[in-house]
């Protein structure tokens, strides 16, 4: 996991919406969506659970976020 994936996690779970996320980072969405992925993937774990009208951290979403502040 490198610092990229870490501070791009962090702005996903904060506003819990991968459009906001992206805008505050300025990176696409679909750029941002693959590398949340990839991290999952990577560690994995599920951080996120997603479907078309929200995004909720799971408890290893919460677990990363503590441990990332």
């Known amino acids: 996991m490198d610092i990229r994936h870490v501070r791009n996690f ?3 779970a904060h506003h819990l919406n ?3 996320a ?7 969405q679909s750029s ?11 560690i994995g774990l599920k951080l996120f659970v997603r ?3 929200k995004v ?3 408890a290893a ?3 990363l976020l503590n441990d990332a502040m």
């Not at 992206?22 to 696409?28: E, K, Q, T």
């Not at 941002?32 to 990577?42: A, D, M």
Request: net charge negative.
């Open 10 to 12: 962090i702005s996903v």
């Open 18 to 20: 991968f459009n906001a």
């Open 22 to 28: 992206a805008r505050d980072l300025h990176v696409d």
């Open 32 to 42: 941002l969506s693959k590398q949340i992925s990839e991290l999952e993937e990577r």
């Open 51 to 53: 479907n078309t009208r």
């Open 56 to 58: 909720q951290l799971t």
């Open 61 to 63: 979403g919460s677990q």
